[in-house]
């Protein structure tokens, strides 16, 4: 069974950082290019994070450029969102999703087949 499950979300302060997992099954991860997508409250899901078949680039927004990294264990078949200097705009679910052939931006949901069912982030004082 083909499968994404996020983890790691949960309530942090401004400033502080999370860790987000997406693990895979039923499919290798080199395979295919992984997202990560921002649903804040009432809003739409935006792409903030990718990283590409086999790692070969690494593409981030504007808002999140320089505070999360993107990566991968093929070993885990695993991609993680590292997650710094949070803020309230950062309050949302992610989601990872994976497309096998991504042929312009990676930041777009159209590219993708698989998704995972999100995890909650919310960042509060």
């Known amino acids: 069974e083909v499968q994404l499950v996020e983890s790691g979300g949960g309530l942090v302060q401004p400033g502080g950082s999370l860790r987000l997992s997406c693990a895979a099954s039923g499919f290798a991860i080199d395979d295919f290019a992984i997202g990560w997508f921002h649903q804040p409250p009432g809003d739409v899901r935006a792409g903030i994070s990718a990283?590409?078949?086999?790692?070969?680039?690494?593409f981030y927004s504007d808002s999140v450029k320089d505070r999360f990294t993107i990566s991968s264990d093929a070993a885990k078949n695993t991609v993680y969102l590292q997650m710094n200097y949070l803020q309230l705009k950062d309050t949302g679910v992610y989601f990872c999703a994976a497309g096998e052939l991504v042929t312009g931006s990676p930041m777009l949901p159209l590219w993708y087949d698989k998704w995972g069912q999100g995890t909650q982030v919310t960042v509060s004082s």
């Open positions: 990283i590409g078949s086999r790692e070969n680039r690494t």
